[in-house]
């Protein structure tokens, strides 16, 4: 099986910045494709990054471009998202899952049906 154990978060002020990891299990990481998710009270699930298993395509949602960035190191089985300018809205717990279908090249839709390993979440708490 495939293990995902986020860590990273914390709580911060407005402004602040925080870097999450997500690592992962197994010798085929490089090929699955990873997304960064997240909760917040009271809130639906929403997707907010994805990346291929070669780093070549990453996605954002439109609420976090220009201030998160996804990034992989396939060598320590690691996927990053770091975070800058946070604001109290992204008050939530932080997911990461994997698609585990190895294409290496492509990347699944936002609504994360292709996601089938989720890690257990940490928690990012902003303040204003």
């Known amino acids: 099986q495939v293990q995902l154990v986020e860590s990273g978060g914390g709580l911060v002020q407005a402004g602040d910045s925080l870097r999450l990891s997500c690592a992962a299990s197994?010798?085929?990481?490089?090929?699955?494709?990873i997304a960064w998710f997240r909760q917040g009270p009271g809130k639906a699930r929403e997707f907010v990054g994805s990346i291929n298993g070669s780093g070549g395509i990453r996605l954002y949602a439109d609420s976090v471009k220009g201030r998160f960035t996804i990034s992989r190191d396939n060598s320590e089985n690691t996927v990053y998202l770091q975070m800058n300018n946070l604001k109290p809205e992204d008050t939530a717990v932080y997911y990461c899952a994997a698609d585990l279908r190895r294409s290496r090249t492509t990347l699944p839709g936002t609504k994360g049906l292709e996601y089938t390993t989720w890690g257990q979440g940490t928690q990012v708490t902003v303040s204003s």
């Open positions: 197994g010798r085929t990481f490089s090929s699955y494709a």
